[in-house]
């Protein structure tokens, strides 16, 4: 999956349930929990997401 790809789905499975941990976002998408934490950064900084401990 692509970098962007996996942003978009983030995007859309935190709009949808509000609150997703890291560790659910991993699975779902089959990437590492450290990619999902670099990719929530990501998102962070461009205020596309408001970035928690442990999720988003």
Request: proline share 0%.
């Amino acid at each position: 999956m692509l970098k962007r790809e996996r942003l978009k789905n983030i995007l859309q499975v935190v709009n949808t349930q509000k609150f997703v941990t890291v560790d659910e976002l991993a699975q779902a998408l089959n990437v590492s929990e450290m990619t999902i934490r670099r990719d929530l950064n990501e998102l962070h900084k461009v205020n596309q997401i408001l970035r928690v401990h442990g999720g988003a």
